[in-house]
Each structure stands twice: as C-alpha cells, then as structure tokens.
C-alpha cells in the first residue's frame, strides 16, 4: 500500500531525470572512426588528443 501512495511522487521525479539524461547523453559521447583523431578542449585550452574508440565529455564543459 505504501508502495502504491509513493509510486506518483516518484513517477514524477523519474520523467524529468529521464528526459535530462536522454537530452545530455547524446552530447556526451562521440565515438570517433579508425582512422580519425579528435583534440578535447575542456573550456578553450586544449586538455589531450583522443585516438580511435568512444569518448565521453562533459556536456558544456568540454569541446571536441
């Protein structure tokens, strides 16, 4: 019973949580091709260059 008197309260914080990550996820990860290089600049100074394979920044943050 107490389960069921919950369940609208965290319906409500699951949707927006949901939302923002479906929003933020797909601006955090690239993945880059064999036969390219990427340069992260993490708030306009360069931070190191990334081979081949996925790479995961940081929304706003970080520049690729």
Known sequence: MELIEALPRLISWAIPIIILAVIVLPQAIRIL?????????????LLTAKGPGVIFLIPIVDRM
Do not use: D, S
Request: aromatic share 16%; no cysteine.
């Open 33 to 45: 091709r064999e036969y390219e290089r990427g340069v992260i600049f993490r708030l306009g100074k």
